[in-house]
Each structure stands twice: as C-alpha cells, then as structure tokens.
C-alpha cells in the first residue's frame, strides 16, 4: 500500500506497512505460507489482520490493485475468503474478525462482514474484547467495565446472523465455520479481574454451550483464576 502524497510506502499510526488485500499476488503468497505450515504439522491456519488497514493517515493510501477496481471493500475481502477456501482444501483455517464485524454490516471501512467469513472458514474467531468498543456503545459509558453484557450482546447477535445463514440453506452441503470468539484477558479501559474474564467466558455459553473461547493477553500473562474452573490444578 502506497502513500500518494510521498510516493513511497504508506505507514499506519504504529508504522506497519500493509499489503494490498485486494492483489492476487497478496493472495497467493499467503496461501503458500499457510500450506507450507500446514505441511510441518500445524492443524490449524489462523489468519489475523484479514482485512484492509484502518489507523492512520487515510487521506493518503492508495491501494495498487483496490485503488485500480470499482470493488467495494466488503466484495474484495469476500472473495479473497472464497479464493482461500477454493485453494486450501484440507487444511483447518480460522480468521478473526473485529468484535463489531458481530453486530454491525458495513463492513466497519475495513471490508470484514461476519456472513462472508462463515462461508469460508472452518472457524470465526470475533475478537469481542469490551475495551474495544467505543464509549456509548449499547449505552455503556465504558464498555470495558460490562464484559458479560458486551460480549453476551455480541455473541448472542453472532450466532443469530450464523442460524440465519443455516437455515437459508436448510440440510444442504453447505458447511459454515464455527464461532470461536477471542476473549479479553488484559488490562485496558478496566483492570481485568479474574471474575470479569469468567464473566466473558459465562456469556459465550449463555449465547450457546457449545462455543469454544480463546483469551488474549499481548504478554501471555494469564489469569489463572479464570481458568480455575476449567483447568486442573
């Protein structure tokens, strides 16, 4: 991705420089990537930041191929879904998705809507971490403070969207992923206790019992209480 006002290589706010997920190119390269893990042993390809960059200067990016096509966002991540799918037959694939990709269908400006990951992927992986949503949300002056209500409001709309989709198609061959959200186990808009992660864990079951969760902590400093119930000591 490129900066029209320099002419060099466009840098979001953290000086990440991003590909284009619209290229081909970008496309293939991946794919060789996760074939290549999945020859080594891995069971499962994760793909993280599957989607068209949002912080930065926007004033300025200019995409090679994007900028080149008159694909909407969501059209050109949706096929580069398909393109994945078509081309890595029997390898488990996931993708995560922002939190608000569950509830909203815009696309959030960077291309991600939550239908056309579930046609393509064996797992949806929604990253529903409460301090990732903006103040106000649902009406909650601090999301970060309402972990069960927040990630219960986000799952319970998720699985919604999903049984849609299953029933659209009733007992046809059609198989969609399985939701898996990311849940949060670190300290930001609240110092995460113990009680407010099992609280997030509480609300993936009351959506449906038979979810998986994944907690995410940056420095892999989990909360051992939160676990307690779940792991033996």
């Known amino acids: 991705v490129k900066d029209s006002a320099t002419g060099g290589v466009w840098k979001d ?3 990440i420089s991003w590909t284009d997920p619209a290229s081909r190119d970008v496309w293939d390269y991946n794919i060789a990537i996760a074939r290549d893990a999945a020859s080594r042993g891995f069971d499962e390809i994760n793909f993280d930041y599957i989607r068209f960059p ?6 300025v990016i200019l995409y090679p191929f994007f900028s080149a096509s008159t694909t909407l966002k969501t059209t050109a991540m949706a096929e580069f879904f398909e393109y994945l799918n078509n ?8 993708a995560d998705l922002f939190g608000l990709s569950t509830v909203n269908y815009d696309g959030l400006g960077i291309g991600q809507v939550v239908e ?7 797992y949806i992986a929604p990253m529903v971490y409460p301090s990732h949503y903006a103040n106000g949300f649902q009406g909650y002056q601090n999301p970060a403070l309402y972990p069960y209500e927040v ?21 046809g061959p059609v198989v969609y992923a399985e939701l ?3 849940l949060q186990d670190f300290d930001l808009g609240a110092d995460y206790t113990a009680d407010m992660v099992r609280a997030q864990i509480k609300a993936v ?16 400093n989990y909360t051992r209480g939160a676990l307690a119930p779940h792991i033996s000591e």
């Open 151 to 171: 990630v219960s409001y986000s799952m319970e709309t998720a699985v919604a969207r999903l049984n849609v989709l299953r029933n659209a198609t009733g007992a």
């Open 13 to 15: 706010r953290k000086g």
């Open 54 to 59: 949002s912080d930065g200067d926007m004033s």
């Open 87 to 94: 081309n890595l037959n029997g390898v488990k694939t996931s």
């Open 116 to 122: 056309d990951a579930y046609k393509h992927f064996d």
């Open 205 to 220: 079951n009351d959506a449906d019992p038979a979810l998986g969760w994944m907690l995410w902590d940056p420095r892999n």
């Open 180 to 182: 898996r959200p990311w």
